[in-house]
């Protein structure tokens, strides 16, 4: 079964940083494509950012230039670096694992979500 478990959420004020963790267990990992999701009050859930199992990224389009995706095999944790927060990134944020090497289609697993709010 495999499990991930998120941290690096909380509070910050408008233009701060924040990075986001996910270790990941039970799984292979260095195969799967992981990402990142955000869902807000009210709205769907939206694809942040995806890794392929050969570190390949990419990222939404609200998010370029601020957030980076990144992965350590080796510990098992993917990382979300974000950077010049706006109040509009505030929702809750999850990790998930593809099946596939690549982040395409649908997320197998997630976590439970970790908040992040931005405050202005």
């Known amino acids: 079964q495999v499990q991930l478990v998120e941290s690096g959420g909380g509070w910050v004020q408008d233009g701060g940083s924040l990075r986001l963790s996910c270790a990941a267990s039970?799984?292979?990992?260095?195969?799967?494509?992981m990402g990142w999701y955000r869902q807000a009050p009210g709205k769907q859930r939206e694809l942040v950012a995806g890794i392929s199992s050969a570190g390949l990224t990419n990222h939404a389009g609200s998010v370029k230039a601020r957030f980076t995706i990144s992965r350590d095999n080796a510990k098992k944790t993917v990382y979300l670096q974000m950077n010049s927060l706006k109040p509009e990134d505030t929702a809750v944020y999850y990790c998930s694992q593809y099946r596939s090497a690549l982040p395409v289609g649908t997320p197998a697993y997630w976590g439970q979500g970790t908040q992040v709010t931005v405050s202005s």
């Open positions: 039970g799984s292979t990992f260095s195969a799967n494509a």
